[in-house]
Structure formats: structure tokens, C-alpha cells
């Protein structure tokens, strides 16, 4: 059974070290998912809309090493998303976006899914952007209602949502994620994306999350671990301790490893999700983890291979 991955694909920005120039690196949130779930040996297709550019032939070429299906990739003479990314002392990462009139934004709705897609995945900038947003949004609430798993990161850039421009304000945002809440099953969160959301902040709990029709939360602590938070209560697992290079791509690793587990445990539906005890989150958990944190020792988003995460 194949995991579905859906959106945006573009181009980070990256700073050289000590250096004023910027690298390109290829990455978008989905685009990293779909990639580290293909390394880890899954089955993954993708569903996006990639540019005829240099850059999106540059995409499809890491797809197809990952071992992605690309046969759900629409293609459009549009240029590649640009984000411009700077990087704080600790290696974490802040983001600006060249959006306007860019492929992914432009994806149309692929129809009816098959029986043989399983899992569908959704996050970040495809959730934003319109007019793809609400075909995204769309799809996530007949993928649920057909009885396919679904996960969801918001990934919530703040240099994409303003207040007065754009295609939605933050206050319209929020409201947008509460909509989908019912049609999640695991929704993935970092901390900070937690508090923007209003977490413990607008007196919004995890329970009401879960309430509103969530199976589960996982929240990322960056090198403080994993938490997941269920209707049986919270289960965490630390950090994997490496000398960090940058952060691009840690989350997005999470989430597709995540995704690869469960897969590889025939953990499909919502109720095999919400059947997990203790221990199979902890493994779980552990798994991500330890697969973030090949990532964040190596510049830019480089999710691991199978082989890499096996080891030790």
C-alpha cells in the first residue's frame, strides 16, 4: 500500500558557510517527506506541480533516486518556488518565500484516489497558498472520509502569513487548521508551531485538538525529543545527541519516518493508529528520531537512507 505524499517543492537558499553567497538547495517540506520515506524504503508516490525549469528537473531527479513514484506529478511552465533561508547560531532556521505565480501553487485536483493509496500526507506552504490550498484541503477531507490515513504539518512559516497581504491573514489561518482538524488522524507539530497555533497561548489544550477529531499529536522539542499525545495520554522519547549543522529538513524527516514505520508495521488505518500501546509509539518515536538526527548533522534537508537509520 502506497503513501501518498502532497505538496509544494522548491528551492532553499542556502548561506555558505562563513561565506556572502548562497547555495541551492533542493527541498519544501512535502518534497522532503516524499523523499525520506522513499530512502527509507517504503512505498511513496507524489502530488504536486512541478516547473519545467532547471530546478524542477533538478526535483524530479532526487524523486526518482529516492525511489518515488512521480507518476502523480503534474508539470507547468511556471518558475520553482524560491525560499531564502538564514541561519542562527544554533543552526536553526528562518525562512523568506518568492512565491508569486509558481508552479506547486498551480497543482489541479487529481480525482478519484485508487484503493492502492493508503496514506496521504499534507504540510507547510501547499496549506497556504492559494488556489492549491483548497484543493489540498479538499482532497485531505475526502482522503479521511474514504477511510485512508492522514497526516498533517502545518509547518507554519510566519514570513508567508501576514496580517495585511497575501492569501490569508494569521487570524484566518488558524481558522483554516481548525477546519481540517476533523479529517486529521496524526497532526505533527514542533513546539513553536504549537504556541502559533494557540496552544497554551488562547487556551487551546491538546485535548481539544484531539476532541475535534485528531487520533494523535506529535510534537517536535527539537534535541529535547519527541512527545506524541494520545487519548491514553502523552508518550515522549529524548533526542539523539550529534553536533548539529543545520536544522532544514529535521521535521519533515519526523514525518516521513514516522510515516515509514508505521507502513513497514501495517499501522494503515485510524484505528491501528489509535490501537498503538506505549511501547509501539516509543519505537516509533525512536525511529524518527534517530532518523532527524542524521539529518541535522549534515547541511541543508539530506533525509537518511534506510541503511544509515538501521545502524546501531
Known amino acids: 500500500m502506497t503513501i501518498l505524499v502532497c505538496g509544494e517543492a522548491l528551492v532553499d537558499l542556502v548561506p555558505v558557510h562563513d561565506g556572502p553567497l548562497l547555495s541551492p538547495k533542493l527541498g519544501g517540506g512535502p518534497f522532503n517527506v516524499a523523499v525520506s520515506i522513499g530512502r527509507l524504503g517504503s ?10 525549469d532547471p530546478f524542477g528537473e533538478q526535483i524530479l531527479a532526487r524523486l526518482r533516486d529516492a525511489g518515488v513514484d512521480i507518476s502523480w506529478v503534474q508539470r507547468g511552465d511556471e518558475p520553482t518556488t524560491l525560499a531564502m533561508t538564514t541561519l542562527a ?10 512565491a508569486d505565480g509558481t508552479a506547486d501553487r498551480l497543482v489541479a485536483d487529481p480525482g478519484d484516489l485508487p484503493d492502492s493509496i493508503s496514506v496521504l500526507s499534507f504540510g507547510t506552504l ?27 504539518d502545518p509547518n507554519i512559516r510566519p514570513a508567508a502569513i501576514d496580517s495585511t497581504s497575501g492569501d490569508i491573514t494569521a487570524d484566518g489561518f488558524r481558522d483554516r487548521f481548525r477546519s481540517w482538524l476533523p479529517s486529521i488522524d496524526i497532526l505533527k507539530v514542533s ?5 502559533w497555533l494557540g496552544l497554551g497561548t488562547q487556551g487551546t489544550t491538546v485535548d481539544d485538538w484531539l476532541a475535534a477529531g485528531v487520533t494523535a499529536v506529535v510534537m517536535t522539542r527539537g534535541g529535547d525529543g519527541l512527545s506524541v499525545f494520545t487519548a491514553e495520554g502523552e508518550t515522549s522519547v529524548p533526542g539523539v545527541a550529534v553536533d548539529v549543522v543545520d536544522t532544514i529538513g529535521a521535521g519533515d524527516t519526523v514525518h516521513g519516518a514516522l510515516l515509514s514505520f508505521l507502513q513497514k508495521e501495517t499501522i494503515i488505518t485510524s484505528n491501528a493508529v489509535r490501537a498503538m500501546s506505549k511501547q509501539d509509539w516509543q519505537r516509533a518515536l525512536a525511529f524518527a528520531a534517530k532518523a532527524a538526527s542524521i539529518t541535522v548533522s549534515r547541511p541543508g534537508a539530506d533525509p537518511p537512507w534506510a541503511s544509515e537509520a538501521s545502524r546501531g
Open 191 to 195: 513546539e513553536d508551531d504549537s504556541y
Open 89 to 98: 547560531e544554533d543552526g536553526s532556521a528562518e525562512y523568506s518565500f518568492y
Open 43 to 52: 512505498p511513496v508516490a507524489y502530488l504536486s506541480r512541478i516547473s519545467r
Open 126 to 152: 501547499s496549506l497556504l497558498y492559494e488556489p492549491g490550498a483548497s484543493m489540498y484541503a479538499g482532497l485531505l477531507h475526502r482522503a479521511r472520509a474514504a477511510g485512508k490515513l492522514t497526516m498533517v
